[in-house]
């Protein structure tokens, strides 16, 4: 503990040495005692505040210590930078939360490090969160360099407005060591924006998209990386394998659709969000995706009585399907093919005979067709369901640690993974195959904030969710119809999130408030409730 406390003040020190364009640093000290009746806390004491709560300690005292220095402060450039670390009780428990550099040259943002940002959140606090590139788990390692905010594109007159950004992260933590397992694992992220500008209600379209690639196997072998191919979602030759003729690497994305719109004194976003984790969920006009986030987010400024109201209608249950991603040999094909996916390319349009071979059909009058064929093998081998399902998001068998950071999920929190599983159900043996074993999720959830006094304010969020598990559970793999034995969710378990917070700013001291919190978690899963205490100085430091 003493140890990191001395490299946050050392490391501020030497940098306000080098730099003498400011003259002060802002602090933020924070205590916090935390206690519950069960291992498992509360959702919404932990989830989405960048994983510095513990979610598995039924009692927890903690400190962060931070602060954050403005190098350069110019209208065509800025520089800061910031530090901050968790001092734990647990002194093994301790870790550097943040640390690094960034700025904004000319019209250009950029960054390098481990920051506590997303330019993609809608207001996490308030919300459940983004489904991707969220808030819930520790701030990855990364260079960034982008447009964060919607700048107005002058050769159209202000019209239209635009904002994208790329990233390169790298997954230092220990991600697992069975054999498909991969570590050092590498992050791309990039998003674009468009929005209609000089008019009260603004349209946008946005796509996210997040990528893994590269990585080390437990015996040292290492993953080929292909960056274009990962950039592009495209087949790699130099990967090979399934990579040559799917995608290079794990991805996932987001479509983002909606508007921005005024209400009197409040500022109102609508928004539309779709998932989608393959080719065939990120084309919206196929039908496969059925999956959205459907939200609201009102805000205005002020000590008022309410301040925000965020209202969400998840869905995350569909996932292009319950058929299998690809049609594949039956296993009592008389072939080495026994197994291996169905490449209507390779059929070279003799439908007749592969027919005959493969399924044992005869022709019908007119002979086969390629749609007769795909109808035929939905109904023989995929229980009548379209080709291309279960998307499984959030994991992938190449990378089974997924879309997780120190073991939280980089998304929604209302995914669960493994461990946290293991506490709910520990009479439950599953595959151990991916590590979200919870990803197929229905809710509604609503979030309110406002002042109580001109001192008090507070925060209530509240979520409910049908919990259905996944896919790769379900059945033995992704590609089976084979069920699993005592499957935990084999009837949908129904969950409830609750969270208050009131926070009081001292009027008698200045930058410093104590907040009370109390989450309560009941349902088919599992009963918590925890309550937390906290102290919060935020001072700024002249000289």
Not at 1 to 24: E, P
Not at 391 to 399: L, S
């Given at each position: 503990?003493?140890?990191?406390?001395?490299?946050?003040?050392?490391?501020?020190?030497?940098?306000?040495?080098?730099?003498?364009?400011?003259?002060?640093i802002?602090f933020n000290?924070?205590?916090?005692?935390?206690?519950?009746?069960?291992?498992?806390q509360?959702?919404?004491?932990?989830?989405?505040?960048?994983g510095?709560?513990?979610?598995?300690?039924?009692?927890?005292?903690?400190?962060?210590?931070?602060?954050?220095?403005?190098?350069?402060?110019?209208?065509?450039?800025?520089?800061?930078?910031?530090?901050?670390?968790?001092l734990?009780?647990?002194?093994?428990?301790?870790?550097?939360?943040?640390?690094y550099l960034?700025?904004?040259?000319?019209?250009?943002?950029?960054?390098m490090?481990?920051?506590?940002?997303?330019?993609?959140?809608?207001?996490?606090?308030?919300?459940?969160?983004?489904?991707?590139?969220?808030?819930?788990?520790?701030?990855?390692?990364?260079?960034?360099?982008?447009?964060?905010?919607?700048?107005?594109?002058?050769?159209?007159n202000s019209?239209?407005?635009?904002?994208?950004?790329?990233?390169?992260?790298?997954?230092?933590?220990?991600?697992?060591?069975s054999?498909?397992?991969?570590?050092d694992v590498?992050?791309?992220?990039?998003?674009?924006?468009?929005?209609?500008g000089?008019?009260?209600v603004?349209?946008?379209a946005?796509?996210?998209?997040?990528?893994?690639?590269?990585?080390?196997r437990?015996?040292?072998d290492?993953?080929?990386?292909?960056?274009?191919?990962?950039f592009?979602?495209?087949?790699?030759?130099?990967?090979?394998?399934g990579?040559e003729?799917?995608?290079?690497?794990?991805?996932?994305?987001?479509?983002?659709?909606g508007?921005?719109?005024?209400?009197?004194?409040?500022?109102?976003?609508?928004?539309y969000?779709?998932?989608?984790?393959?080719?065939s969920g990120?084309?919206?006009?196929?039908?496969?995706?059925?999956?959205?986030?459907?939200?609201?987010?009102?805000?205005?400024?002020?000590?008022?009585?309410?301040?925000?109201?965020?209202?969400?209608?998840?869905?995350?249950?569909w996932?292009?399907?319950k058929?299998?991603?690809?049609p594949?040999?039956?296993?009592?094909?008389?072939?080495?093919?026994?197994?291996?996916?169905?490449?209507?390319?390779?059929?070279?349009?003799?439908?007749d005979?592969?027919?005959?071979?493969?399924?044992?059909?005869?022709?019908?009058?007119?002979?086969?067709t390629?749609?007769?064929?795909?109808?035929?093998?939905?109904?023989?081998?995929?229980?009548?369901?379209?080709f291309?399902?279960?998307?499984?998001?959030?994991?992938?068998?190449?990378?089974?640690?997924?879309?997780t950071?120190?073991?939280?999920?980089?998304?929604?929190?209302l995914?669960?993974?493994?461990?946290?599983?293991?506490?709910?159900?520990?009479?439950?043996?599953?595959?151990?195959?991916?590590?979200?074993?919870?990803?197929?999720?229905?809710?509604?959830?609503?979030?309110?904030?406002?002042?109580?006094?001109?001192?008090?304010?507070?925060r209530?969020?509240?979520?409910?969710?049908?919990?259905?598990?996944?896919?790769?559970?379900?059945?033995?793999?992704?590609?089976?119809?084979?069920?699993?034995?005592?499957?935990?969710?084999?009837?949908?378990?129904n969950?409830y999130?609750?969270?208050?917070?009131?926070?009081?700013?001292?009027?008698?001291?200045?930058n410093?408030?104590?907040?009370?919190s109390?989450?309560?978690?009941?349902?088919?899963?599992?009963?918590?409730?925890s309550?937390?205490?906290g102290?919060?100085?935020k001072p700024?430091v002249?000289?």
């Open positions: 503990m003493k140890k990191l406390l001395f490299v946050i003040l050392t490391y501020f020190y030497c940098i306000s040495a080098l730099f003498s364009q400011s003259d002060s802002t000290l924070s205590g916090y005692g935390q206690v519950g009746n069960d291992e498992l509360p959702l919404w004491l932990y989830a989405n505040e960048w510095k709560y513990p979610q598995c300690d039924q009692s927890s005292l903690l400190l962060y210590a931070g602060a954050q220095y403005s190098i350069v402060n110019r209208a065509q450039f800025s520089l800061s930078t910031g530090v901050g670390g968790v734990n009780a647990e002194l093994n428990e301790s870790f550097l939360h943040e640390f960034k700025g904004k040259a000319w019209i250009f943002d950029f960054s490090g481990m920051e506590a940002y997303s330019p993609t959140v809608y207001n996490d606090q308030l919300s459940s969160g983004l489904f991707i590139t969220n808030s819930n788990a520790r701030p990855v390692p990364r260079i960034n360099i982008g447009i964060n905010d919607y700048l107005p594109l002058g050769f159209t019209w239209v407005e635009v904002r994208g950004g790329i990233s390169q992260g790298w997954l230092n933590d220990d991600r697992g060591n054999s498909n397992s991969a570590n590498l992050l791309h992220e990039k998003f674009a924006y468009i929005r209609l000089k008019v009260k603004q349209p946008y946005g796509l996210i998209h997040s990528a893994l690639f590269g990585g080390t437990p015996n040292g290492k993953i080929p990386i292909d960056f274009w191919a990962t592009t979602a495209a087949g790699s030759a130099k990967i090979g394998g990579e003729t799917n995608a290079a690497g794990a991805h996932m994305g987001l479509w983002d659709f508007f921005y719109f005024p209400l009197n004194e409040w500022k109102g976003h609508f928004y969000q779709k998932p989608f984790a393959d080719g990120m084309k919206l006009y196929n039908g496969m995706n059925k999956d959205h986030i459907l939200g609201v987010l009102i805000q205005r400024k002020g000590k008022k009585a309410l301040t925000g109201i965020s209202l969400e209608w998840i869905k995350t249950d996932q292009s399907g058929g299998i991603p690809d594949l040999y039956p296993v009592d094909y008389q072939d080495k093919k026994q197994g291996q996916i169905i490449w209507m390319r390779d059929i070279e349009e003799d439908y005979q592969f027919m005959q071979e493969v399924l044992g059909q005869s022709p019908p009058v007119g002979g086969w390629e749609e007769l064929v795909t109808q035929q093998m939905e109904a023989e081998l995929n229980e009548g369901y379209a291309g399902g279960r998307d499984d998001y959030m994991n992938n068998g190449m990378y089974p640690s997924g879309w950071y120190h073991g939280a999920s980089m998304g929604t929190p995914y669960h993974t493994a461990s946290t599983v293991q506490l709910y159900a520990p009479d439950w043996t599953f595959q151990n195959r991916v590590t979200f074993l919870n990803n197929r999720v229905n809710g509604f959830h609503m979030g309110l904030e406002g002042w109580m006094t001109e001192t008090l304010n507070y209530v969020k509240g979520t409910f969710t049908n919990n259905f598990g996944s896919y790769g559970e379900e059945y033995r793999g992704r590609s089976s119809w084979v069920k699993s034995e005592n499957y935990f969710y084999e009837e949908k378990k969950q999130y609750l969270f208050g917070e009131v926070q009081w700013q001292v009027p008698s001291l200045k410093f408030s104590i907040s009370c109390m989450g309560c978690d009941f349902g088919d899963l599992y009963q918590s409730v309550g937390r205490v102290v919060i100085y700024s002249k000289w």
